[in-house]
């Protein structure tokens, strides 16, 4: 009595499978064969072929050589740059110019004058006058030169650096690049025509003036 499967039926059907496998087998591999010819003959696959030499081409290793060499030839142009303008910020501080005119200061010499301010006064005598009064002299002239009673008023333009003699007290030296302001001396009852003479030195105007009794 047979079961559930019959073995002879199963070999049998095993047997006829495996005849037909075989015989499929060589039929597909008929037809492969024969399309890969067809392939060949007609051009398939040679894109495959193609890109894959388009993808194993060095082409990104040749462009990074110049970029390489490029910060060398620089180099010497950021070491030498600082040497060329060195001179030029050792000569600029030596000149050195006063922020004012003349004019405007014969007007801060009135208003020191009239205020009192010591240390504005004695600060802006010319170096000439400190050498023939002594600094203690025309610290003293500074202290007792306010004047409430009078005042400069400029008159006109200044005139054209020149030679100035600088004379109190029967001594005289001559100071060059002078300028000569134009000034009248203002009072409740008089007006005196005269000039202030100023030169710059150190950035600064300075005036003259007769501090006392000259040294030695």
């Not at 110049?66 to 000569?91: C, E, G, I, K, W």
């Not at 600029?92 to 004012?100: I, R």
Request: charged residues 15%.
């Amino acid at each position: 009595m047979r079961g559930f499967w019959d073995n002879a039926a199963v070999s049998d059907s095993f047997a006829s499978g495996q005849r037909l496998g075989a015989l499929s087998l060589v039929v597909l591999g008929v037809v492969v064969g024969a399309v890969g010819v067809a392939g060949s003959v007609a051009g398939w696959g040679a894109s495959a072929t193609k890109v894959y030499l388009a993808a194993a081409s060095p082409a990104p290793t040749t462009s990074t050589l110049p970029t390489a060499s490029r910060p060398s030839t620089s180099a010497p142009l950021a070491v030498t740059s600082p040497s060329t303008s060195a001179p030029a910020t050792v000569t600029t501080p030596s000149t050195s110019l006063p922020t004012s005119t003349p004019a405007q200061f014969v007007g801060e010499l009135d208003r020191a004058l009239t205020k009192g301010d010591v240390a504005f006064l004695y600060a802006r005598l010319h170096p000439a006058v400190i050498s023939r009064y002594g600094a203690a002299q025309c610290r003293v002239w500074a202290g007792r030169a306010k004047d409430t009673t009078s005042r400069f008023v400029v008159r006109g333009a200044a005139g054209a650096p020149a030679d100035y003699s600088y004379t109190t007290d029967s001594k005289t030296t001559v100071i060059h690049a002078v300028v000569a302001v134009p000034v009248d001396r203002v009072s409740a009852t008089s007006t005196v025509r005269t000039a202030v003479h100023t030169v710059a030195v150190d950035g600064t105007f300075r005036f003259f003036t007769d501090c006392g009794t000259p040294l030695g």
